[in-house]
């Protein structure tokens, strides 16, 4: 499927930039669908089949990332000026709580972040249900800054990356699948 976002002005990155700041990150960018983290100042918040995850170091992640040749893009979340760091880390770990975990039909990674972001800049951000849904109402509103790459030099040509779709069936099933393997191991 083609996307109907194109990400562009995207800087390749050796991971140092991506410290200071509120960032989305699209953790392994091409695969469908992709996993959803935000990372506020250097701590990781998420959902997944296995629960919560607050305050996760940034540098862990970005070890994983480097070892394994992770592609990710780390997307700049410009908060409204009136909006301090200590209420959105606290927005985040309300809505990572409130949403346990990945649930097919019911949770998806994105749900928490989608959340935290509608209650500090607008409730049309409740509106999307993908990735790919929320970045270009986000970019509407100019929440979004710069944009990072890891492990994705031969992908991105031009700073330009069109983000791939997927159906709600799609994520159903990778989020079956993703449990499932959980189980196994």
């Given at each position: ?53 607050a305050y996760e170091p ?128």
């Open positions: 499927m083609n996307s109907p976002f194109t990400l562009r002005n995207i800087h390749h990155s050796n991971g140092k930039e991506i410290f200071h700041g509120n960032f989305i990150v699209i953790f392994h960018a091409r695969r469908v669908p992709p996993h959803l983290l935000a990372s506020v100042h250097g701590n990781t918040f998420s959902i997944s089949v296995q629960g919560p995850f940034l540098e862990k992640i970005l070890d994983y990332v480097k070892r394994k040749k992770v592609e990710c893009l780390f997307i700049e979340w410009n908060l409204p000026k009136d909006i301090p760091i200590n209420k959105l880390l606290l927005h985040l770990e309300k809505n990572i709580l409130l949403c346990k975990k990945v649930i097919a039909g019911k949770n998806s990674c994105l749900s928490p972040i989608r959340e935290t972001i509608a209650e500090i800049s607008g409730n049309e951000m409740r509106d999307a249900c993908f990735i790919f849904d929320l970045l270009p109402i986000m970019e509407s509103k100019k929440l979004l800054g710069k944009i990072y790459a890891l492990n994705m030099e031969n992908v991105i040509h031009n700073g330009i990356f069109p983000l791939v779709t997927y159906s709600q069936e799609e994520l159903n099933e990778a989020i079956v699948a993703a449990g499932k393997k959980i189980l196994q191991s």
